[in-house]
Nanobody, 118 residues
């Protein structure tokens, strides 16, 4: 069992920056693919970025060059550095941990609100 707790959301002006953190409890954090998803009002949840246990990253086209995902396997934490924020980045951001082996383990955090507005 893995519990995920996000932090770092808030209100920021367009062009500003925020760093989201997701702290994971439980064991074997390093085996999980960690991801950040977001859901805006009236829209489906979408992948923002993810990172494998080995550090390979994947980004949505809409955030490439602006967002950076990273992980610290000692602190059991994954981060999302968001720069050059736009109003369309406004959403609830969710942390996800997934492991696909003989069984699939899939965990979600409670979400943190990011609002980009002047």
């Amino acid at each position: 069992q893995v519990q995920l707790v996000e932090s770092g959301g808030g209100l920021v002006q367009p062009g500003g920056s925020l760093r989201l953190s997701c702290a994971a409890s439980g064991s074997m954090f390093s085996i999980y693919i960690m991801g950040w998803y977001r859901q805006a009002p009236g829209k489906q949840r979408e992948l923002v970025a993810d990172i494998t246990s080995g550090g390979s990253t994947n980004y949505a086209d809409s955030v490439k060059g602006r967002f950076t995902i990273s992980r610290d396997n000692v602190k059991n934490t994954v981060y999302l550095q968001m720069n050059s924020l736009k109003p369309e980045d406004t959403a609830v951001y969710y942390c996800n941990a997934v492991y696909r082996g003989l069984e699939t383990y899939d965990y979600w955090g409670q979400g943190t609100q990011v609002t980009v507005s002047s």
